[in-house]
């Protein structure tokens, strides 16, 4: 991989803002979301997962509670209103109201210096969400090592400090992060522990009820789980969606695109949620069996083991 220099701020039209207010906001979404928002406090972050009955993701989010009766939950504006609609669905006696607040905040991404020129210390771990005047700013997993944060302000508030970075390039560290963000191609396309969402922080076990609990549960505990998220290389342009095919077994797909990117230095960079046993036997290619060939590389954290 050609080495690129990852540094500054990005503007990301691509994502929007749900917010859930009122007294019951943060139980409301406890009951709906696959990570505990009931003891969520203002200086952590959350990456959560809501599910089909079956266990499907059908929504990802960056949720921060700024306020005791306000949480914001940052996902892919294509699948915003969708998400909004079945989320409100739920609501029933609850006292929360859910909205689209997308054009009421300005939403960034940082990266390298550009986390200490805001006030973010680029040592922070994962899943911190630091109050920095009216903005938020959310630690995310790096980048081939380089800190990443998201930045959440007030639409119309001064844009975070640093060099302009191409939304391309941003996009390609988020694949390389590995960390899937849902849209619209991948919806009901996977259990959360497909996309390593148990690994990186995105599910608890711990918690009460939510929709799909028992499918990702049994996942878990019972050791069903058979496929997983891994990172690649492409020399041709994939795409999220796109069918996974082993050399070995061309007539049948074998995974899925769950995300991919241009890489600065040529080719293309993806995360694939494909059967294990196929990355074990090796000869991928995205699209058909005789598509552009992938090649698997470290993913930047470990899987946990299955229960």
Request: charged residues 15%; contains cysteine; neutral net charge.
């Amino acid at each position: 991989m050609t080495s690129v220099v990852l540094n500054g701020v990005t503007a990301l039209s691509h994502l929007g803002v749900i917010r859930a207010e009122g007294p019951d906001a943060a139980s409301f979404l406890h009951g709906q979301l696959t990570q505990d928002f009931a003891l969520l406090d203002a200086a952590e972050a959350r990456l959560a997962a809501l599910c089909t009955a079956k266990g499907r993701a059908i929504a990802s989010f960056i949720g921060i509670r700024p306020q005791t009766d306000r949480i914001l939950l940052v996902c892919s504006r294509d699948i915003l209103p969708a998400t909004l609609k079945r989320l409100s669905m739920y609501v029933l006696r609850a006292k929360a109201k859910l909205t689209d607040a997308s054009d009421e905040f300005a939403l960034y991404g940082l990266a390298g210096t550009a986390l200490a020129a805001n006030d973010v210390d680029p040592a922070s771990l994962p899943g911190r969400s630091i109050a920095v005047g009216e903005a938020h700013a959310v630690t995310l997993y790096p980048s081939d090592r380089i800190p990443r944060a998201l930045w959440i302000a007030p639409a119309g508030s001064a844009a975070p400090k640093g060099p302009a970075v191409d939304p391309a390039l941003w996009q390609w560290s988020e694949v390389r992060s590995g960390i899937v963000t849902l849209t619209s191609p991948i919806v009901e396309a996977f259990v959360p522990q497909m996309i390593n969402y148990e690994s990186v922080g995105g599910v608890n076990f711990k918690k009460g009820c939510y929709p799909g609990q028992e499918v990702v549960a049994r996942s878990q505990f019972r050791g069903t789980l058979k496929r997983r998220t891994y990172l690649v290389q492409a020399n041709d342009e994939i795409a999220a969606g796109q069918e996974v095919f082993a050399a070995g077994d061309p007539g049948q797909p074998v995974g899925l695109v769950a995300q991919a990117a241009p890489a600065p230095g040529g080719g293309w960079a993806g995360l694939i949620s494909i059967q294990i046993a196929a990355i074990e036997a090796g000869g991928l290619h995205a699209r058909a069996a005789d598509g552009p060939a992938l090649t698997v590389e470290p993913l930047p954290y470990p899987l946990l083991e299955d229960i």
